[in-house]
Antibody, heavy 123, light 112 residues
Framework: QVQLQESGPGLVEPRETLSLTCAVS?????????WGWIRQPPGKGLEWVGI???????YYNPSLKSRVTMSVDTSKNRFSLKLSSVTGADTAVYYC????????????????WGQGTLVTVSS | QSVLTQPPSVSGAPGQRVTISCTGS?????????VHWYQQLPGTAPKLLIY???NRPSGVPDRFSGSKSGTSASLAITGLQAEDEADYYC????????????FGGGTKLTVL
């Protein structure tokens, strides 16, 4: 059974960098699939942040691209998200997820989700 | 404003049939990209409900079905049950700008 678990600070100050990690169990990241992040502001809908393939290619939401960095650590079977220069608009539940490996990147279905972690941007 | 448009809410009585629409454009659904549907129960992560327009993952009851035509897609739920009360999201891919996964704004299903 594939399981994903997010971890990271629940509170980030404005203009700082949000950093989250997703630990994967039950499947080796290096075996395939895209791995990524989807966020959901409180009371609102879902927004795709981006995905990464274990060999390195990354694909980001164009609206966030200038502030997003994703990376993979296959030795620890986990991947990470960094979002810089955050504002209150970045307050959301952040889900890590496994996404179907089809092209173009981002087209595929999300078949496994983490439980989500709330990140609040506030001073 | 979401790229894919869903009604904010729908409702139905137990046992009834409801449908949720997902309207896109020629840069996403109408360009031939598949539509996937997710169910989000209160306080939980979304769960894949329908993939590639019409397919159900293992474990999803056949009361749930999907369809796609032109620039739109629909999710139908028959034999409505109280446990179906949730938010439902459609998802596709949009080729405008540099391309991105896109979601509908979500539909809240209330079982009366």
């Amino acid at each position: 059974q594939v399981q994903l678990q997010e971890s990271g600070p629940g509170l980030v100050e404005p203009r700082e960098t949000l950093s989250l990690t997703c630990a994967v169990s039950g499947y080796f990241i290096s075996s395939g699939y895209y791995w990524g992040w989807i966020r959901q502001p409180p009371g609102k809908g879902l927004e795709w942040v981006g995905i990464i393939y274990h060999r390195g290619p990354t694909y980001y939401n164009p609206s966030l691209k200038s502030r997003v960095t994703m990376s993979v650590d296959t030795s620890k079977n986990r991947f990470s998200l960094k979002l810089s220069s955050v504002t209150g608009a970045d307050t959301a539940v952040y889900y890590c997820a496994r996404e179907e490996l089809v092209g173009p990147a981002g087209r595929g279905r999300v078949d496994y989700w983490g439980q989500g972690t709330l990140v609040t941007v506030s001073s | 404003q979401s790229v894919l448009t869903q009604p904010p809410s729908v409702s139905g009585a137990p046992g009834q049939r409801v449908t949720i629409s997902c309207t896109g454009s020629t840069s996403n659904i109408g360009a031939g990209f598949d539509v996937h549907w997710y169910q989000q129960l209160p306080g939980t992560a979304p769960k894949l409900l329908i993939y590639d327009n019409t397919n159900r993952p293992s474990g999803v009851p056949d009361r749930f079905s999907g369809s796609k035509s032109g620039t739109s897609a629909s999710l139908a739920i028959t034999g409505l049950q109280a446990e179906d009360e949730a938010d439902y999201y459609c998802q596709s891919y949009d080729v405008s700008l540099t391309g991105s996964k896109v979601f509908g704004g979500g539909t809240k299903l209330t079982v009366l």
